[in-house]
């Protein structure tokens, strides 16, 4: 089966903590994202990766790392410096870095802090 | 800046009626707008693609217009099913950004009762 993982599929932090959510995909795509949708809001880019050992900062990236050492692989960490992390996170890909293919979402991770 | 807004928010319809959901956006450089589909706690599954050069369309009971020049694109639904109920959302891949960038709106919520 082709697709994007994610986990775990529910997380909880106490503050002060860093976690890392997992995001894995099998299509051989070159382009990873990370997303944060928030209640009544339409996601918004966090990181992305157009290409192995290379990514950038989305809208916003204040409070988050990524890091890109696997073309199948995109873990996301959240930080302690992220000051409001309770939100659902979508992990996606694309066949090409540039340009206009659709993106294939994950099934997302809810963190929620304690 | 590219701002995506999507009306209604919220619809609540009874089976088989014909529905339209509403998606505008401010800046008509983009190089295609997309529908999506999230159910609760789900990812995003793509439902059409329009590429800048076409004006709509269609994936089975689904239609989605474009009208570049006035920054709105239209998703029509026939005969709507309860298993339509999800939120919907649109999102457009704007010219500037050098990768393959997505601004998603809201999302409009639907819910169709039997």
């Known amino acids: 089966d082709g697709g994007i993982t994610q ?3 529910y997380l909880f932090r106490k503050e002060g903590q860093n976690v890392t ?3 894995e995909q099998n299509l051989n795509h070159d382009a990873m994202y990370w997303y944060r949708q928030d ?4 996601l918004r880019l966090i990181y992305y990766s157009q290409i192995v050992n290379d990514f950038q900062k989305g809208d916003i990236a204040e409070g988050y790392s990524v890091s890109r050492e696997k073309k199948e692989s995109f873990p996301l960490t959240v930080t302690s410096a992220q000051k409001n992390p309770t939100a659902f996170y979508l992990c996606a890909s694309s066949i090409a870095p540039v340009g206009t293919d659709t993106q294939y979402f994950g099934p997302g991770t809810r963190l929620t802090v304690l | 800046k590219q701002e995506v807004t999507q009306i209604p928010a919220a619809l609540s319809v009874p ?3 014909n529905l339209v959901l509403n998606c505008s956006f401010t800046d008509s450089a983009i190089y295609n707008l ?3 589909r999230q159910d609760p706690g789900k990812g995003l599954t793509s439902l059409l693609l329009i590429q800048s050069s076409q004006r709509e369309q269609t994936s089975g009971r689904l239609n989605a217009s474009l009208d570049k020049s006035s920054g709105r694109s239209t998703l029509y639904i026939a005969a709507s099913q309860p298993g339509d109920s999800a939120t919907y959302l649109c999102a457009v891949s704007p010219f ?3 990768y393959n960038k997505l601004i998603f709106g809201a999302g409009t919520r639907l819910a169709v009762h039997p």
């Open chain 1, 7 to 9: 986990s775990p599929k």
């Open chain 2, 96 to 98: 500037s950004g050098g």
């Open chain 2, 15 to 17: 089976e088989g009626e």
């Open chain 1, 21 to 23: 959510l997992s995001c």
């Open chain 1, 39 to 42: 209640p009544g809001q339409g």
């Open chain 2, 34 to 36: 997309q529908w999506f």
